[in-house]
């Protein structure tokens, strides 16, 4: 059975920074495209950025430059890596594995792909 757990999530202040993780186990990892996406206050669902089996990685225009991907095989890891956080930042995040995800950006159907964790909440204050 797939298992995606993600924490890391809390309250911090604009400008701070936070690393998610997901810990991952059930499926091959190693060979599994691994993503974040959020779902904001309004409900609205952004695939904000991927990374596949070969490490390529992938970023939504609105969070290049302040977010990164990555993950450890050896843990069945990913991470998120949220720089200079500002209140649109505001959302519950959840790690997911698809065998493709598509368009990195504002998705219609939140929920949509092929697994999900239970999402880990990031609120920013200014």
């Known amino acids: 059975e797939v298992h995606l757990v993600e924490s890391g999530g809390g309250s911090v202040q604009a400008g701070g920074s936070l690393r998610l993780s997901c810990t991952a186990s059930?499926?091959?990892?190693?060979?599994?495209?691994m993503g974040w996406y959020r779902q904001t206050p309004g409900n609205a669902c952004e695939l904000v950025s991927t990374i596949e089996s070969d490490f390529r990685t992938f970023y939504a225009d609105s969070v290049k430059g302040r977010y990164t991907i990555s993950r450890d095989n050896t843990k069945n890891m990913v991470f998120l890596e949220i720089n200079n956080l500002n209140a649109e930042d505001t959302a519950v995040y959840y790690c997911a594995t698809d065998n493709f995800f598509g368009a990195l950006g504002l998705v219609t159907d939140c929920h949509s792909f092929g697994y999900w964790g239970q999402g880990t909440q990031v609120t920013v204050s200014s």
């Open positions: 059930g499926f091959n990892f190693d060979d599994s495209n």
